[in-house]
């Protein structure tokens, strides 16, 4: 099975600092993105990639950058975190498009 | 630009019960459909996809999903839900533009035993 690894389950962060959100698959797979989960919003793209070094802002890019220098990793960053930004953040892959995501558990992040 | 609207964000059933989730999306082009299930405090998996040929999906667990291309649907069905259906159901949806998913706002199923 495609595994998708999220380095963090849970992470509290204070205003204004700046904060790396570690993505690995280990399945080889090209495409990579990330997203953030709010209730009644659903899931909503913030960036993706489908190559290294290749990068693409997705519907909520504002604050945030990325990062893609090997294929299998794929770094959310915040510049400067925000209360706003206090989310669950999902990473996923995939191969093929008609394969749909495979994702990581999240990781929940709190901005106080 | 694609777009996936789930009309029911809260439902509850008692088990046994029928299961239909709406979902309408808006693309004019050729799409792949697909349906993810986030039990509690797990991440999301695949419940089923639509790419082509039958409209008729089935996917694991008893679910089934119908593609009507008229009405721009792909609604979940389950015959009789069960306690451990309780979840949130995501409805995604991506045009022949790309590889990135369009996700609807979720569903929130509670079953009741």
């Known amino acids: 099975d495609v595994k998708v690894t999220q380095s963090s389950r849970y992470l509290v962060k204070r205003t204004g600092e700046k904060v790396f959100l570690e993505c690995v698959q280990d399945?080889?797979?090209?495409?990579m993105f990330w997203y953030r989960q709010d209730p009644g919003l659903g899931l909503r793209l913030i960036y993706f990639s489908y190559d290294v070094k290749m990068k693409e802002k997705g519907d909520i890019p504002e604050g945030y950058s990325v990062s893609r220098e090997k294929k299998e990793r794929f770094s959310l960053i915040l510049e400067s975190a925000s209360t706003n930004q206090t989310s669950m953040y999902l990473c996923?892959?995939?191969?093929?498009?008609?394969?749909?995501?495979?994702f990581g558990s999240g990781t929940r992040l709190t901005v106080v | 630009a694609q777009s996936v609207s789930q009309h029911n964000h809260h439902v509850i059933l008692s088990e046994a019960a029928s299961l239909e989730l709406g979902c309408n999306y808006s693309?004019?082009?050729?799409?792949?459909l697909f349906w993810y299930v986030q039990y509690p405090g797990q991440h999301l998996q695949l419940l089923l996809k639509y790419f082509s040929g039958d409209p008729l999906v089935k996917g694991i667990k008893g679910f089934e999903a119908e593609f009507i291309k008229s009405k721009f649907s792909f609604n979940l069905r389950k015959p009789s839900v069960q306690w451990s259906d309780t979840a949130e159901y995501f409805c995604a949806v991506n045009g022949d533009a790309g590889n990135m998913l369009t996700f609807g706002g979720g569903t929130r199923l509670m079953v009741k035993p």
């Open positions: 693309y004019g082009g050729t799409v792949n």
């Open positions: 996923a892959s995939s191969l093929v498009r008609q394969d749909g995501y495979t």
């Open positions: 399945m080889d797979h090209e495409n």
